[in-house]
């Protein structure tokens, strides 16, 4: 449930989001899919595609229509748009080397979880964790390591907004609930998920910063629950942490760098 108040917000903005959301969830969509999907009027579904194909946001192929090659464009630019998302790119691709279970950079926006680097193949559904995919932060290991870093005001406007849906059976659904968890994962110095987002799939997740001490993002692994014992799980923190000293290392050298650049007027 989002309850965040959309005043301000042009109806006629959020409906062709909306459109390019359907397409995405669809994998594809005929008109008919999407008229039925949105309930608006099929001249004004016409209208709306009509305009996000004319700016490349989508394509028609046999009546089927389908995200245009633009987004690529788009999510090149968000992935590179902060000097630290090379930093964490590199991360990701020593902890994917080092580890037996999938790695991943995750941030928060707008209250979500967004996967920006990572190669996350348990689920066969594009829908699960691809990059640019928002999820919440209560069902994620990324999400809670992210959020046990904000003060709880921050935590609680996020809870306004979006709720504590659940995904699972194992999901948290409580404020109580959550913020005893956020406490452990304070506690512990990293979250762990085990079914929360997704029935069989095991993760854990440790928040990132900068040298001033801002959360930049939630470094994390994943995989089948099955695999998962004492022993694997020991190794797997202990790599996470790893990580985590590699990104922050890595950030305060490229600021480091950045400082004693000559300023050029």
Same mark, same amino acid.
């Given at each position: 449930? /989002?309850?965040?108040? #959309?005043?301000?917000?042009?109806? &006629?903005?959020?409906?062709?989001?909306?459109?390019?959301?359907?397409?995405?969830?669809?994998?594809?969509?005929?008109?008919?899919?999407?008229?039925?999907?949105?309930?608006?009027?099929?001249?004004?579904?016409?209208?709306?595609?009509? &305009?996000?194909?004319?700016?490349?946001?989508?394509? /028609? !192929?046999?009546?089927?229509?389908?995200? =245009?090659?633009?987004?690529?464009?788009?999510?090149?630019? !968000?992935?590179?748009?902060?000097?630290?998302?090379?930093?964490?790119?590199?991360?990701?691709?020593?902890?994917?080397?080092?580890?037996?279970?999938?790695?991943?950079?995750?941030?928060? %926006?707008?209250?979500?979880? !967004?996967?920006?680097? =990572?190669?996350?193949?348990?689920?066969?559904?594009?829908?699960?964790?691809?990059?640019?995919?928002?999820?919440?932060?209560?069902?994620?290991?990324?999400?809670?390591?992210?959020?046990?870093?904000?003060?709880?005001?921050?935590?609680?406007?996020?809870?306004?907004?979006?709720?504590?849906?659940?995904?699972?059976?194992?999901?948290?659904?409580?404020?109580?609930?959550?913020?005893?968890?956020?406490?452990?994962?304070?506690?512990?110095?990293?979250?762990?998920?085990?079914?929360?987002?997704?029935?069989?799939?095991?993760?854990?997740?440790?928040?990132?910063?900068?040298?001033? =001490?801002?959360?930049?993002?939630?470094? /994390?692994?994943? =995989? #089948?629950?099955? !695999?998962?014992?004492?022993?694997?799980?020991?190794?797997?923190?202990?790599?996470?942490?790893?990580?985590?000293?590699?990104?922050?290392?890595?950030?305060?050298?490229?600021?480091? &760098?950045?400082? /004693? %650049?000559?300023?050029?007027?």
């Amino acid at each position: 449930m /989002n309850r965040h108040d #959309p005043s301000g917000v042009l109806k &006629t903005t959020a409906a062709s989001l909306a459109l390019v959301d359907h397409i995405l969830e669809l994998e594809g969509a005929t008109m008919g899919e999407l008229v039925e999907a949105t309930d608006l009027a099929k001249s004004t579904v016409h209208a709306h595609l009509k &305009t996000l194909a004319e700016y490349g946001y989508v394509v /028609n !192929v046999d009546n089927e229509y389908h995200l =245009g090659a633009k987004f690529c464009h788009l999510g090149d630019y !968000v992935r590179t748009r902060k000097d630290y998302y090379r930093v964490a790119q590199e991360t990701v691709s020593w902890l994917d080397s080092e580890s037996s279970m999938d790695a991943d950079f995750a941030v928060e %926006e707008h209250g979500r979880i !967004v996967s920006l680097y =990572g190669d996350l193949e348990f689920a066969n559904t594009p829908r699960f964790l691809i990059d640019g995919s928002p999820f919440h932060v209560h069902t994620t290991c990324s999400g809670k390591a992210i959020i046990a870093e904000y003060p709880e005001t921050r935590v609680r406007e996020i809870i306004d907004r979006w709720g504590l849906p659940a995904a699972t059976d194992d999901s948290i659904t409580t404020e109580d609930e959550l913020f005893a968890e956020l406490a452990t994962v304070r506690e512990q110095g990293y979250a762990e998920n085990s079914g929360e987002a997704v029935e069989g799939f095991w993760a854990i997740g440790k928040a990132v910063k900068s040298p001033r =001490g801002e959360v930049y993002g939630s470094l /994390n692994l994943s =995989g #089948p629950a099955y !695999v998962i014992d004492e022993e694997t799980r020991a190794t797997q923190v202990e790599l996470l942490e790893r990580a985590a000293e590699r990104f922050e290392q890595g950030v305060a050298e490229l600021y480091q &760098t950045q400082a /004693n %650049e000559p300023n050029e007027e």
